[in-house]
């Protein structure tokens, strides 16, 4: 059943030449807040340019009103996504209530700055820089009147005190405060998948646990360094009140894969150890041999030019490569397990992707490549026996997951 479509003459579509015009809304462009918002944010530096080139020196009295107002009414918008999405990372409560039917610019930037405090230092430093910008407008426009209507509702004629507003400092100042929006937002929604792990504490997001390992030293010691004055050398460096809060972060660290390496604990993989990885290897470099000659280096970025080109590939080449891979396949496929496979083909992906993945991924990537790795298991073996950048990638995945002693064991040169 096809939806009402409502057009008049004020809103359709445009044909011919001006077809470039028809902008896309509704769920036809699929806009969120953000979206809006940088309509908004746009305007101001856009109309302003048209003024100056075209020297439209008689519409600055007029179009100050709008400039002004669109870049108000994109900081409101930016800040309620902000606040939103920001309050979400830890499941905070936000100190207004209803915060999409607030329109005072000072009560947003207030809880904004609240829950930037509580959530993580990152967010606090950067939310911060912007606040010099965020309250001129407080001090002009706070609840978006002063631009709309010349008169307030009492009857008081709007910007008596700031007579004079010029375009071009407005703009510079405005961009300082929307490159700034924009850093803030780009930063929470980075933030989502680190927070997503759940390695933070009240006190400690992700990173601060990380620093804290790293202070702690190796945990096998911490009987003759962990002493009291260390210990109030450490809550002194990241602002804790009480023993409690310590505690309840290295409770954090001795459990978590990544975090434990810091301290000298490495755990495991699920199945697979050094005799899995140097019996792959070996299968690995049988199919692959003659690469790993050309290059020189089995650890070189997959991603650089190989210098091969289809035309150097004869047929007799191929050929013999199929014979040999399924050589490979009938000699070393029964050698590994289900949970092998799957442990390796984590590791690739891992790898592959590092920037994307955190440690804590590892036993739900796992999971989801065993589940493959039980319907077909040569289907398994074939995508990382195939992998021409399989020993890269696992070498990635080892000390994103910090197995070190492992790594060396292997030889996947950590």
């Known amino acids: 059943m096809e939806k009402e479509t409502i057009f008049n003459n004020t809103f359709g579509l445009g044909n011919g030449r001006f077809d470039w015009l028809n902008a896309c809304v509704g769920t036809n462009g699929f806009p969120d807040s953000l979206t809006y918002a940088e309509g908004y944010l746009r305007t101001p530096e856009i109309l302003t340019d048209y003024i100056y080139k075209n020297n439209k020196r008689g519409e600055v009295d007029l179009l100050v009103y709008p400039i002004a107002y669109s870049a108000r009414h994109g900081i409101e918008l930016s800040l309620k996504t902000i606040l939103i999405d920001m309050a979400d990372l830890r499941g905070l409560a936000i100190s207004v209530p209803d915060v999409t039917k607030i329109h005072s610019i000072k009560k947003l930037w207030d ?78 929604l980075n933030l989502k998948d680190e927070y997503k792990t759940g390695t933070y504490t009240d006190k400690f997001s992700r990173r601060d646990l990380i620093k804290l390992s790293k202070a702690l030293g190796n945990k096998n010691e911490w009987v003759t360094t962990l002493t009291v004055k260390k210990k109030e050398f450490i809550k002194k460096k990241f602002n804790l009140n009480s023993n409690k809060q310590l505690i309840k972060a290295i409770d954090k ?122 319907q077909d298991k040569n289907e398994a073996f074939r995508y990382i026996i195939d992998n021409t950048a399989a020993l890269y990638y696992i070498r990635k995945a080892l000390k994103l997951l910090g197995c070190k002693q492992l790594s060396v064991e292997s030889h996947f040169n950590y």
Do not use: C
């Open 253 to 374: 660290i001795v459990v978590n894969r990544y975090l434990s390496s810091l301290i000298g604990v490495e755990f495991p993989l699920k199945h697979s150890g050094k005799n899995t990885l140097l019996r792959f290897k070996k299968a690995w470099y049988a199919l692959h041999i003659k690469d790993v000659m050309k290059k020189n280096n089995v650890f070189l970025d997959p991603l650089q030019d190989s210098g091969i080109s289809l035309s150097d590939i004869r047929a007799e080449d191929f050929l013999d490569y199929l014979r040999l891979k399924m050589r490979i396949t009938t000699t070393y496929l029964p050698l590994f397990s289900e949970e092998e496979l799957a442990d390796l083909t984590t590791l690739i992906i891992m790898g592959r992707q590092s920037n994307q993945y955190y440690a804590e991924d590892y036993e739900r990537e796992f999971e989801r490549n065993l589940r493959d790795a039980q």
């Open 111 to 188: 809880a904004t700055i609240d829950v930037a405090e509580r959530t993580d230092i990152r967010l606090f430093h950067i939310t911060k820089k912007i606040e010099p910008y965020i309250l001129d407008f407080v001090a002009i426009d706070d609840t978006a009147q002063t631009f709309r209507y010349p008169e307030s509702n009492v009857g008081a004629t709007h910007l008596e005190k700031t007579p004079i507003i010029n375009l071009v400092r407005f703009v510079v100042y405005f961009k300082k405060l929307t490159e700034g929006l924009r850093e803030i937002i780009k930063l929470t």
